[in-house]
């Protein structure tokens, strides 16, 4: 006999506060995905911290201002709503010295006495807080408060565990839904191996830092070795101008047959497209506070072998016998000569099933969701 789930009100309230889409972004799918994640445990309350228009913030002090007032007038609204004592996920909490002193000021004091609270670390810079002159003091006294510090890897805890107690720190990575089924698994091989041509995908935002450039130089490189490329860049740009600019350089690559932009894009089921069609992932960030981008996680999820930086928070989310090849920095050949290797039918297949393996093992939404369960049930 089927045993009937618990209704909300015999499940433990769990607040999840944080940045929930839109606007999309690493950290508010991330947010989104742990609440959708808790619901069959916990009476989850999403309280929503976006500000929808962030992208048309102004730059420095300025757009850091106009933040801190969004923050404020959400304050009376956040602080009605944690009363309960329930325990807090928080998820969007900052790094930066502008942020840190937001956090301060509009989060912390509405948290309740002897309310649980975790600190939810999307950055890979966290360390920071705790060395810089205008935050070292106050984050000290921040982790007295929270009664738990969760990171995305061992990596990650090893970069602030001289400044938060073991037993405080956990470690729990991101997870993402399967981005595609077992059929989807034996299409994406059958195409790889009827086709000569190979599909790579670049999802994510459209800098410099994230790698965008390299990987178009890498394209011209390996194309101009005979490889057969089709490359799809999908992604937000920060001013209308950088994408003129991206396309300038395609052109002046002599790429415009091999590479189609896509822009950003919100539907879901378009991003899932793109991984299952894919026949390799590229992400060759530059960016040091990288933590866990959910790009990569949804490319090892489809089985798509995966071309990232030797940084050192990368390589903690996936290395060479888990379906990555790794590259140094700033280092087009490398690249290139990745994708080259990705060529042989033998060495796809490798890193195909060692992706969707470790996805499976690592990184799936039961895996995770017994780490979170097994946390809140300790508080």
């Keep these: 006999m089927k045993q009937a789930l618990p209704s909300p009100s015999e499940l433990r309230t769990v607040h999840v506060i944080g940045r929930y889409p839109p606007p999309i972004d690493g950290q508010s799918l991330a947010t989104q995905s742990l609440a959708s994640l808790l619901v069959q445990d916990h009476d989850v309350k999403q309280f929503n911290m976006t500000l929808t228009d962030r992208a048309l913030l102004s730059s420095g002090y300025s757009g850091a201002r106009q933040t801190i007032q969004h923050y404020l007038k959400l304050k009376p609204k956040l602080k009605s709503r944690l009363s309960d004592g329930n325990p807090v996920l928080w998820a969007n909490i900052s790094s930066q010295p502008s942020g840190h002193w937001r956090d301060l000021m509009t989060v912390v004091p509405c948290l309740y006495p002897k309310q649980p609270v975790v600190a939810v670390v999307h950055w890979g810079n966290f360390s920071r807080i705790f060395k810089h002159w205008s935050m070292a003091a106050s984050a000290r006294k921040l982790v007295r408060r929270l009664d738990r510090v969760v990171v995305l890897s061992r990596e990650l805890a090893n970069q602030i565990e001289a400044y938060v ?105 378009a991003v899932a497209k793109l991984h299952q069609t894919a026949d390799v992932f590229a992400l060759p960030s530059l960016l040091a506070h990288e933590a866990q981008p959910l790009a990569i996680m949804e490319a090892l999820s489809a089985g798509t072998p995966v071309i990232v930086t030797k940084l050192p928070v990368l390589e903690a989310l996936v290395n060479e016998e888990q379906g990555a090849s790794l590259v140094p920095p700033r280092n087009p050949e490398a690249i290139a000569n990745a994708l080259i290797s990705l060529s042989s039918r033998e060495v796809w297949q490798k890193k195909s099933f060692a992706a969707r393996t470790h996805y499976k093992s690592e990184y799936s939404p039961e895996t995770v969701r017994q780490a979170w369960t097994a946390l809140i049930k300790n508080l």
């Design 165 to 269: 107690p073991a037993r405080k720190l956990c470690v729990i990575p991101n997870y993402v839904p399967q981005i595609a089924s077992d059929d989807d698994f034996r299409i994406k091989h059958a195409n790889n191996a009827a086709s000569s041509t190979i599909r790579v995908l670049f999802l994510s935002h459209m800098i410099k830092e994230k790698g965008c450039y390299d990987l178009l130089q890498a394209i011209a490189i390996a194309t101009n070795q005979g490889l057969s490329l089709e490359v799809h860049f999908a992604g937000r740009w920060n001013v209308e101008s950088d994408e003129g600019k991206f396309r300038s350089e395609v052109e002046r690559l002599g790429l415009k047959d091999t590479v189609v932009i896509h822009g950003p894009i919100s539907d879901r089921r």
